[in-house]
């Protein structure tokens, strides 16, 4: 079955190449699945409603026929969840994978990312939704299960040493994401060791 799906980068992200969610596009686009992944407008400055406003675009692109599969990295994690708590159009999604999102006090403390704290939580999310995070995140220090996982019911994977799954921790690769996205049950791991 051919699937669609939504991938959103965070803060200062200019969707480099070698980052998993680049290699992540490249790879389901050679599997055949249709795969939007937006650079969302200025990234090192983002404001809130913009952001909202392209993802609605977004959303509203995807064939409601097809299975829809949004991915969100970081600050699009809070994204998606000001989405929800706002009840956009489109939200209507088969699954979610939100992975590392920033605590509520590094969004206060950020004067660039302010505009997006403190995150909702909304009482419901649309679809079955999955939350990874790594064990030792410099941007939630105060876990993600708790931040986020927990208020929000969201079944929780920690990664030990993943980081802020990002390129400085070495996530250009990340297999398991892929696995993933090709089937649901896969169990999401680490990276392999280089």
Known sequence: MTSQFLILHGFQ???PAGHW???LADRLRELGHQVAHPQLPDPDQPELDVWLGELTAHLRALDPAA??????????VVLWLHAV?????????DRVL????PSPTVLAGIPEIAGFAPPPRPSALPGPTLLAAGDDDPYCSEGAKAAYGDPLGIPTVILPGAAHLDL????GEWPSVLDWCLDPEAKLTTRPAR
């Open 85 to 93: 708590d706002r009840g956009l159009p489109g939200l209507a999604v």
């Open 67 to 76: 299975e829809r599969v949004v991915l969100a990295h970081s600050l699009s």
């Open 21 to 23: 969610q680049h290699r």
């Open 13 to 15: 992200n200019h969707r």
């Open 98 to 101: 939100l992975v590392a999102p």
């Open 168 to 171: 400085d921790a070495g996530y």
